[in-house]
């Protein structure tokens, strides 16, 4: 049911052109379960996608979770250097920040 619920969502984020995309397919929102992942190339596309969600959210009488949801910087070697000024960006979600991990494993899902 979720999924039927969150797919407007979906097309809304492909249809703003700024997350990732491999050719011409847009990988910028992958949803499975009750789980989205954002995948943006800069700071100020993740911005615009996590507005996105959040006027979803308003207009739809929904919350995203703050605390559950993370944030994870991934560059190319040579680009490392800007590692450090990306962690000082602050990204939020229903106006709360969200935390910076370098790595993320989710224990509530079954490994099997």
């Known amino acids: 049911m979720f999924c039927v619920?969150?797919?407007d969502l979906l097309?809304?984020?492909?249809?703003?052109?700024?997350?990732?995309?491999?050719?011409?397919k847009f990988v910028g929102a992958l949803a499975?379960?009750?789980?989205?992942?954002?995948?943006?190339?800069?700071?100020?596309?993740?911005?615009?996608?996590?507005?996105?969600?959040?006027n979803?959210?308003?207009?739809?009488?929904m919350a995203f979770n703050a605390h559950k949801s993370k944030c994870m910087v991934l560059l190319p070697s040579v680009c490392r250097y800007l590692a450090h000024e990306?962690?000082?960006?602050v990204f939020t979600i229903g106006n709360r920040p969200m935390e910076y991990v370098d790595i993320y494993v989710d224990i509530s899902w079954p490994c099997h």
């Open 86 to 89: 990306l962690g000082n960006c």
């Open 56 to 61: 979803y959210a308003t207009e739809y009488y």
């Open 32 to 54: 499975y379960a009750d789980d989205i992942v954002l995948v943006a190339p800069t700071a100020s596309a993740l911005r615009k996608m996590l507005a996105v969600c959040d």
């Open 11 to 24: 097309v809304q984020l492909a249809r703003i052109g700024v997350g990732c995309f491999i050719g011409r």
């Open 5 to 7: 619920y969150i797919d």
